[in-house]
Nanobody, 124 residues
Framework: QVQLVESGGGLVQAGGSLTLSCEAS?????????MGWIRQAPGKEREFVAA????????VYADSVKGRFTISRDNAKNTGYLQMNSLKPEDTAVYYC????????????????WGQGTQVTVSS
């Protein structure tokens, strides 16, 4: 059972920053999984945000967040991160951490394991 727990969401003004964390718990060894962040705004479908390879050597971003968001991971701490800068109101969504034992994917369909999500709200 892969267990992922997100934290770090909240309310921030436009232009501000937040860092989301995704901790793997239980028997989950996060270094065995590529990780991704996916978000879902009210009334919209899930949208890929960013992904990182198992080693952390490769990353990919959605065009909408490129240059503002940074995905990273610390396998020794069994934790992944999403640093979000220059936040915009359109970044408001529930952010999910996801994992796959396969190569990372830029589609939400590429992930088998999901956390419960954390709300990010950006006010204008």
């Amino acid at each position: 059972q892969v267990q992922l727990v997100e934290s770090g969401g909240g309310l921030v003004q436009a232009g501000g920053s937040l860092t989301l964390s995704c901790e793997a718990s239980g028997r989950t060894v996060i270094s065995s999984y590529a990780m991704g962040w996916i978000r879902q705004a009210p009334g919209k479908e899930r949208e890929f945000v960013a992904a990182i390879t198992r080693s952390g050597g490769g990353t990919v971003y959605a065009d909408s967040v490129k240059g503002r968001f940074t995905i990273s991971r610390d396998n020794a701490k069994n934790t992944g991160y999403l640093q979000m800068n220059s936040l915009k109101p359109e970044d408001t969504a529930v952010y999910y951490c996801a994992a796959t034992p396969r190569f990372y994917s830029n589609s939400p369909l590429g992930y088998e394991h999901w956390g419960q999500g954390t709300q990010v709200t950006v006010s204008s």
